[in-house]
């Protein structure tokens, strides 16, 4: 069990003072029998009235409404949650469902469906030509496929913080050979998906224990993928990791702007704005040595 300390700041300024409208927070974890929340607390300023609610993928959201005017809105969420070892286990031997073709029993295809179906267009078959190419022999497992392939997207594309909002669609990044995590994330879904796998976006925080570890300081992003026998599984194609604690699940969602940390409308013309964004992730023990 590791016990961690997150820190998540956001601040969104603008030239001229607006008026805000209800903004939806992705920012507590699913509490799971992988991750318990010791303690969490949220600041804001503006103030304001919250009320808390489940979505229907089960994502915890606080819907928050600032109130009057104002060029500035700061948001902070801190917590303390503890995080438990899940490995991967190796699939049932037996079970022909965990070999390729990937077919799901029908009980959990009736559940699945939404996230087997593809959500982006491939028109010049970039994608789907880079699949192919991906394809392993006919004796591999899915999940030794899966492990795979989050392996050589680790390897294959150069990463590159990107400031502005939103994915690249996969054959994009396939044609730059770069992106962010939410890139070679969104790239991970969208290429199982097309092997009927069913797969979805994930967004979070990431304990980077190693300095060579990709996408730390900010929200990361990843691909859970539903494995017979094993169920929903996290794949992070950034930094190659499988099942890792260090992986810190918040939302998930068929699609990257459903997992959004943070959304919201204004009114009035705010001119220029800018968007700053720190998540700070480290031991809990590490965070009471340097208080003292």
């Given amino acids: 069990m590791t016990r961690l300390t997150i820190r998540h700041e ?22 799971s029998h992988a991750t318990r929340i010791v303690q969490a607390s949220l600041a804001f300023s503006p103030q304001g009235q919250t009320r808390w ?11 928050f409404c600032p109130e009057g005017e104002a060029s500035e809105l700061y948001i902070v ?21 965990t070999t390729m073709p990937l077919v799901y029993r029908r009980p959990d295809r009736a559940v699945l469906d939404p996230f087997i179906d593809p959500a982006s267009d491939d028109p010049e078959a970039v994608l789907l030509k880079w699949l192919r190419v991906q394809i392993g022999p006919p004796d591999e497992t899915a999940q030794d496929f899966v492990v795979r392939l989050n392996s050589v997207i680790r390897a294959q594309f150069d990463y590159l913080a990107r400031a502005q ?10 044609l730059k050979g770069q992106g962010t995590c939410r890139d070679f994330a969104w790239l991970m879904v969208e290429a199982l998906r097309r092997l009927g796998f069913a797969a979805r976006f994930v967004t979070g925080y990431l304990y980077a224990s190693a300095a060579e570890t990709r996408g730390a300081g900010a929200t990361h992003a990843w691909c859970e993928v539903f494995l017979p026998g094993l169920g929903w599984t996290e794949f992070d194609p950034t930094n190659g990791l499988v099942a890792s604690p260090e992986l810190i699940p918040v939302a998930t969602s068929r699609t990257p702007e459903g997992a959004s940390p943070i959304r919201g409308v204004i009114f009035g013309d705010p001119g220029t704005s800018q968007l700053h964004v720190s998540v700070d992730v480290r031991p809990a023990d590490a965070m009471q040595a340097a208080a003292e």
Avoid: K, W
């Fill in 77 to 97: 969420s801190e917590l303390v949650i503890e995080r438990f070892m899940v490995p991967l286990a190796p699939p049932p031997i037996d079970d022909p469902r």
């Fill in 10 to 31: 956001t601040r969104y300024t603008y030239e001229r003072p607006v008026r805000f409208g209800e903004h939806r927070l992705l920012v507590r974890p699913r509490d």
């Fill in 165 to 174: 909002e939103g994915c690249q669609p996969p054959p994009e990044t396939i």
């Fill in 53 to 63: 609610l489940y979505d229907a993928l089960g994502n915890c959201v606080c819907v």
